[in-house]
T-cell receptor, first 112, second 115 residues
Framework: QQQVKQSPQSLIVQKGGISIINCAYE??????FPWYQQFPGKGPALLIA?????SEKKEGRFTISFNKSAKQFSLHIMDSQPGDSATYFC???????????FGKGTRLSVIA | ETGVTQTPRHLVMGMTNKKSLKCEQH?????MYWYKQSAKKPLELMFV???????ENNSVPSRFSPECPNSSHLFLHLHTLQPEDSALYLC??????????????FGEGSRLTVL
């Protein structure tokens, strides 16, 4: 119940295309869903986050879509660029003093 | 310096060695974390400290021993490790213990290889 299942494990997208990464969870008590981006040799960094009271959040080319009934959320990267090539992690947390639970990560490669 | 700094960046040690990983945060945060990152696995939370007090130990073997002398510094002492402990060890900090409400700021990690 504490797991967050992320797919796909790896993704190759053409430059200018849309990258889509999906995550699913079981615990309906989760109330915070961030996405972290990690470049090689660096630590993960917060990219965008959403709470279940909204179905979508957009920041520039990055959009989180949240489906509460399906217990799924996804990251969409519009107009994908080679500079977006990185590993992306979804995560979730419960209310109160509980740390984040991370997915296994998706390695995105954007090719020209 | 800014952000979260980890040293050393790379470490190779034998199974009988004793070494330590160091983390320092310059963000004024009160919570610090150790995560283990292995290939094809989720980030594994190891330890959480809030205001220097350990608030979470995620069933980590005793060969890993954390130390938090103040809110800005965090150590991970290593002894008699196993080859399967080879991984990237990430330190993070946040304002507030719960990384969910407060953004987690990660260091660049210490790549550990156990021979």
């Amino acid at each position: 119940q504490q797991q967050v299942k992320q797919s796909p494990q790896s993704l190759i997208v053409q430059k200018g295309g849309i990258s889509i990464i999906n995550c699913a969870y079981e615990n309906t008590a989760f109330d915070y869903f961030p996405w972290y981006q990690q470049f090689p040799g660096k630590g993960p960094a917060l990219l965008i986050a959403i709470r279940p009271d909204v179905s979508e959040k957009k920041e520039g080319r990055f959009t989180i879509s949240f489906n509460k009934s399906a217990k799924q959320f996804s990251l969409h990267i519009m107009d994908s660029q080679p500079g977006d090539s990185a590993t992306y992690f979804c995560a979730a947390s419960l209310p109160g003093n509980t740390p984040l639970v991370f997915g296994k990560g998706t390695r995105l490669s954007v090719i020209a | 310096e800014t952000g979260v700094t980890q040293t050393p960046r790379h470490l190779v040690m034998g199974m009988t060695n004793k070494k330590s990983l160091k983390c320092e945060q310059h963000l004024g945060h009160n919570a610090m974390y150790w995560y283990k990152q292995s290939a094809k696995k989720p980030l594994e939370l190891m330890f959480v400290y809030n205001f220097k007090e350990q608030t979470e130990n995620n069933s980590v073997p005793s060969r890993f021993s954390p130390e938090c002398p103040n809110s800005s510094h965090l150590f991970l002492h290593l002894h008699t490790l196993q080859p399967e402990d080879s991984a990237l060890y990430l330190c993070a900090s946040s304002q507030g213990e719960r990384g969910g409400t407060g953004e987690l700021f990660f260091g660049e990690g210490s790549r550990l290889t156990v021979l």
